[in-house]
């Protein structure tokens, strides 16, 4: 995650660069159930409504929760599918609270209505996002349900005003850039506190529709209004917070957003840019399936690492025996083609592993979704391009 609103506070008031300081335990993303009452397009988890047989039950759940405690696990999200659909995600939710994890719930929003708002309040959520793939039409042909746009705002809504902190979610493609600008001033007009632009990735749904994917100069107009969007409100003292997910590249590509506006503040930026250090899939981020598989992040479903009920997820995490984990907490990484020769590596780092094994079968081939041009970045444009291979099943390693 691209936290843009923490970068422009720095280009504003820049504080001294100090020690890194590591996080104690990986964010776990936890895909509690895979039922889902949507079909969207780019679904990374294919998830359809109806029950999936051998999901997690509760004391499983909680004993998992155990181990993530004591592997000093600091942030539990609380995702699907739809988790709103699980029968026990309050019991989940509220133990994990009283456990002291960070408790964030990811939801298509529909769900969240006046029959269970007093519930998700009571709870204490620390965040609540909710996925908004442009205005009304757009979103209910991403959403493939006719309201579902609606149901969702409400949904937005009711949690703002019991003081919930809750943000919009936003998956950029092709066939909804055109409502990002609009989607900007719903959050600024309903005062939202967060908005959150993800980048496609390849997997599940998103895979299949990866043909859907931003064009590169899409993706570069979509984040220079949203570099211009933050840097406006910071300035007006809006208190709201951009952050970006699945493209690496965003650091880089504000670095020159600063070049052009305000190049005495580059060389501080880089820096502190250079000490975010990029890409964490694997060492930072961490995704349970709602099987209990444990993946490098919520992309990689169809390469399991281990599952929790045959080990412990301290034990899986912590094994470096696997060859994808091993070389994604190589530090620094071994990537070929033109992300491994790009000037900005030390901020990026290799950018999305993911997108690279879809498209070439090797996860340390170059992104094929960085969107910066070759001087940008500092290599040549007479260098080969990889080779995009047609897309087949990743093997499972490990599989349970």
């Known amino acids: 995650m691209f936290r843009i609103s923490q970068y422009m506070r720095e280009i504003a008031e820049p504080t001294p660069l100090g020690p890194k300081r590591n996080p104690p335990g990986p964010v776990v993303i936890w895909n509690l159930i895979r039922r889902c009452n949507l079909t969207c397009k780019h679904c990374y988890s294919i998830s359809a409504d109806h029950d999936y047989e051998g999901e997690l039950n509760t004391e499983e759940v909680f004993k998992v ?20 659909l699980r029968p026990d995600i309050f019991d989940v939710a509220r133990r994990a609270k009283q456990m002291g994890f960070y408790v964030g719930l990811s939801s298509n929003g529909t769900l969240v209505d006046e029959s269970n708002i007093d519930r998700i309040a009571e709870i204490g959520f620390d ?97 220079n209004l949203l570099f211009d969007t933050c840097w406006n409100d910071l300035q007006r003292g809006v208190e709201k917070e951009f952050v970006t997910g699945n493209n690496d590249a965003d650091g880089v590509f504000l670095l020159h957003w600063v070049r052009r506006h305000m190049p005495e503040k580059e060389a501080h930026l880089r820096a502190k840019l250079a000490q975010w250090g990029g890409n964490s899939s694997g060492v930072n981020v961490a995704n349970i399936d709602n099987l209990g598989n444990v993946h490098p992040d919520t992309f990689w479903w169809n390469y399991n690492l281990g599952n929790v ?18 070389g994604l907490k190589a530090s620094p990484r071994a990537i070929k083609g033109r992300c491994g ?60």
């Not at 080990?311 to 994808?324: A, G």
């Open 309 to 326: 009920r045959d080990r412990k997820f301290s034990e899986i995490w912590s094994d470096t025996s696997d060859p994808l984990m091993a």
């Open 65 to 84: 929760m155990d181990d993530l405690r004591a592997f000093r696990v600091p942030v539990l999200i609380l995702s699907g599918g739809e988790p709103l």
């Open 127 to 223: 965040y609540v996002g909710i996925s908004l793939d442009g205005i009304r039409a757009t979103h209910d042909a991403f959403r493939r349900k006719e309201g579902a746009f609606d149901a969702s705002l409400d949904g937005v809504r009711l949690c703002r005003d019991k003081g919930i902190k809750v943000g919009v979610r936003f998956t950029l493609t092709q066939d909804n850039a055109r409502d990002l600008p609009g989607l900007l001033k719903l959050v600024d007009d309903e005062g939202i506190h967060k908005f959150y632009l993800s980048h496609l990735n390849y997997a599940g749904r998103g895979n299949t529709n990866r043909g859907r994917d931003a064009f590169l100069e899409t993706t570069r107009n979509a984040m």
């Open 341 to 400: 020769d790009c000037s900005y590596f030390d901020v990026c780092g290799g950018n999305t592993r993911v997108r690279a094994m879809q498209l070439t079968g090797d996860p340390w081939e170059e992104d094929p979704a960085c969107y910066l041009h070759d001087d940008e970045i500092g290599v040549s444009s007479e260098r080969e391009r990889v080779q995009l291979k047609p897309y087949f099943k990743i093997r499972t390693a490990r599989a349970s």
